[in-house]
């Protein structure tokens, strides 16, 4: 891969043509490797939503573990629709999308669009497995209080996941 390509992709994602954006996109995915993960993740933070939404988009199809932070970080997105293909990228992570939201539900439960984004996350994650560990992250998440509640249960769940628990 030429680092010229690359750039010139991450530039294309925020034309006003949708046709050369999905190109980039498509192009982008197609190399997936770590630097175009890194270089992606890079731009998740791009003024612009239509560049964060298509980081967003190309990172589920990429599927690198390496995004997990910054797409748990993008959950948090003032764009709806960024928060949605954040948390499709993390489901695609499975355990590595698990545990990366688990986290971040232990530093970033005050916010309400967070927590009902990492709860979609959640709800299909635990269609995986895990059920029984996750099932009480999510219903803090919904409860009346989540910045208070979540925290304690999704630090609960990642150290039964580390240790082995779950189902």
């Known amino acids: 891969?030429?680092?010229d390509n690359l750039d010139q992709w991450?530039?294309?994602l925020g034309?006003?043509?949708?046709?050369?954006?999905?190109?980039?996109?498509e192009q982008l995915v197609e190399v997936g490797d770590h630097d175009v993960t890194r270089a992606l993740v890079g731009e998740?933070?791009?003024p612009r939503k239509q560049v964060r939404w298509e980081v967003a988009k190309a990172l589920?199809?990429?599927a690198d573990p390496v995004a997990?932070?910054?797409l748990v970080h993008a959950l948090d997105d003032e764009d709806s629709d960024v928060r949605w293909m954040a948390g499709e990228g993390l489901i695609a992570l499975g355990k590595s999308g698990l545990l990366a939201v688990l986290s971040g539900v232990t530093k970033q439960a005050r916010s309400l669009d967070f927590c009902k984004a990492a709860h979609h996350?959640?709800?299909?994650l635990k269609l995986h497995g895990d059920e029984e560990t996750i099932a009480p992250v999510l219903e803090a998440l919904a409860s009346s209080e989540p910045a208070v509640t979540a925290p304690p249960a999704a630090l609960h769940a990642l150290m039964a996941l580390k240790?082995?628990?779950g189902d």
């Open 44 to 46: 998740l933070v791009d």
């Open 163 to 165: 240790n082995g628990g």
């Open 60 to 62: 589920i199809e990429i």
């Open 1 to 3: 891969m030429n680092k």
């Open 68 to 70: 997990a932070p910054a």
């Open 15 to 25: 034309n006003q043509d949708s046709k050369v954006r999905q190109k980039a996109r």
């Open 10 to 12: 991450i530039q294309d």
């Open 121 to 124: 996350v959640l709800h299909d």
